[in-house]
C-alpha cells in the first residue's frame, strides 16, 4: 500500500448487494398480477417501487458497514 491506499476486500455483507436484483427480476413473474392494488397502484407496479425503495435501504446498511470497518 502506498500513498494512504485501502485494499478492498469482498465482506459477507457485500453479497447483500445481489438482493434487489433477484427480488425484482425473480418475483415479476409471482407479482404478474393488476389485483389486489396497493396504494392505489397495481400490485406489480407497487411491487417494483418497493423494489426500488428496498435497494435505496439496502445499499445504505451496505454503505454504512463499509465505513465502519474503515
Given amino acids: 500500500m502506498t500513498g494512504g491506499e485501502k485494499t478492498r476486500r469482498f465482506r459477507a455483507y457485500h453479497a ?4 434487489p436484483a433477484i427480488g425484482l427480476l425473480a418475483g415479476i413473474p409471482f407479482a404478474n398480477r393488476v389485483e389486489p392494488y396497493v ?3 397495481p400490485f406489480l407496479l407497487f411491487w417494483i417501487v418497493g423494489w426500488v425503495v428496498a435497494t435505496s435501504v439496502i445499499m445504505g446498511m451496505i454503505w454504512a458497514l463499509d465505513r465502519s470497518r474503515s
Avoid at 16 to 19: E, F, G, K, R, S
Fill in 16 to 19: 447483500a448487494a445481489a438482493v
Fill in 39 to 41: 396504494l392505489g397502484l
